[in-house]
């Protein structure tokens, strides 16, 4: 029952490097369960190595090396022939818009005119083409109406019923003008990104697409160790062991020093029972007993046995007058001024 000996402390660096090492590890089992080749009948994508580099731990000095994982995509021949056909369109479709782009540069140049002069002329353009026909149309039957009425042309009557047609005239060009300065606008614009749009559009449809395919795999992954974690449990473990042995020996030796002010007291082994040995103290056994016969308190105690203290110290024991031997536990163990080393 000598003194019980610390576990010494993890070593921070060591635990460090260790759980560096089982971090790569783990990534690169990682790597090789979730790498994993699929096959479908729309093609297949497989993983390689090509090469890597060496990553070298700043804490151990430790190098490893880390792959470098390629992933290839190869369709079936069916799917292979469709991809080609979309290819070739889509770039049938960019060269189409890279011809149309050429005309962009000047067409851009020229600001879209909204002023009230542009807006109106192009008002009245569109409006004529819509409003002339039918005036020419209802003009010529205004004309025809009065001639079969016996109106003559240069007659008041024909004259008033002319003046009438043209403020009707006159009248719808006015609400053109008010109702339709919108609509005109909006035409200009429209005008205006109707080539930008179709060009757009043509870039939108040669973009490159890239294949993909059906159902993902089942791919498991390792968790990460925490090496450091189990290091410093273990620790904590062996640290609790090593208090406990140091709180039995302490009431072992506080057994031991609470005999009595004499420190003297029956220790042979004839006056014990129920003996049991609990260890050992400054190179001396230490049992754990009760007392028989006028001994017996009905307690268990703690100590030596005198016949043992007896070969190796003999001054430490005595006989009483009634033959049985008793050990000095001062002098066994130099408690007093030597207490605390003991």
């Known amino acids: 029952m000598g003194k019980p000996k610390s576990p010494a402390p993890p070593d921070p660096k060591e635990t460090a490097a260790?759980?560096?090492?089982?971090n790569v590890a783990t990534a690169l089992s990682n790597a090789q369960l979730q790498n994993v080749n699929q096959y479908g009948?729309?093609?297949?994508?497989?993983?390689t190595t090509n090469g890597g580099r060496t990553f070298t731990d700043p804490t151990s000095g430790v190098s490893y090396f880390i792959p470098q994982y390629e992933q290839h995509t190869t369709l079936s021949d069916a799917q292979q022939a469709i991809k080609n056909q979309s290819d070739a369109a889509s770039l049938n479709l960019g060269t189409i818009a890279n011809e149309q782009t050429a005309f962009l540069r000047n067409y851009l140049n020229k600001p879209v005119d909204l002023s009230?002069?542009?807006?109106e002329a192009h008002l009245f353009e569109l409006g004529r083409q819509r409003l002339d026909p039918v005036i020419a149309q209802r003009d010529e039957a205004l004309r025809t109406r009065l001639a079969n009425q016996g109106i003559k042309a240069g007659s008041e009557a024909f004259d008033r019923e002319m003046r009438n047609f043209d403020q009707g005239t006159n009248d719808a060009y006015t609400s053109l003008l008010l109702n339709g300065r919108q609509q005109a606008v909006q035409e200009a614009l429209t005008a205006r990104n109707q080539p930008l749009n179709e060009i757009g559009a043509l870039m939108s449809g040669s973009q490159v697409q890239m294949p993909t395919f059906g159902a993902g795999t089942n791919q498991p992954s390792l968790p990460t160790v925490d090496y450091a974690g189990l290091v410093n449990e273990n620790y904590n473990q062996r640290l609790g062991a090593y208090n406990q042995q140091v709180a039995a020996r302490n009431n072992v030796l506080g057994g031991?020093?609470?005999?009595?002010?004499?420190?003297?007291?029956?220790?042979?082994?004839?006056v014990k029972r129920d003996?049991?040995?609990?260890?050992?103290?400054?190179?001396?056994?230490?049992y754990e007993y009760s007392y028989r016969g006028k001994f017996d308190d009905g307690k268990r105690h703690v100590g030596v046995m005198a016949q043992e203290v007896e070969k190796k110290r003999p001054d430490a024991v005595v006989t009483g007058d009634d033959g049985v031997k008793r050990v000095h536990?001062?002098?066994?163990?130099?408690m007093g001024k030597d207490m605390a080393a003991a």
Do not use: C, W
């Open 116 to 119: 009230n002069e542009a807006t």
């Open 41 to 47: 009948p729309d093609g297949s994508v497989t993983y």
């Open 275 to 286: 003996v049991r040995k609990a260890g050992r103290l400054m190179g001396h056994n230490v």
């Open 329 to 334: 536990y001062g002098r066994l163990f130099a």
């Open 18 to 22: 260790a759980q560096t090492g089982t």
């Open 256 to 270: 031991l020093f609470g005999l009595g002010a004499s420190m003297i007291t029956a220790s042979d082994r004839r």
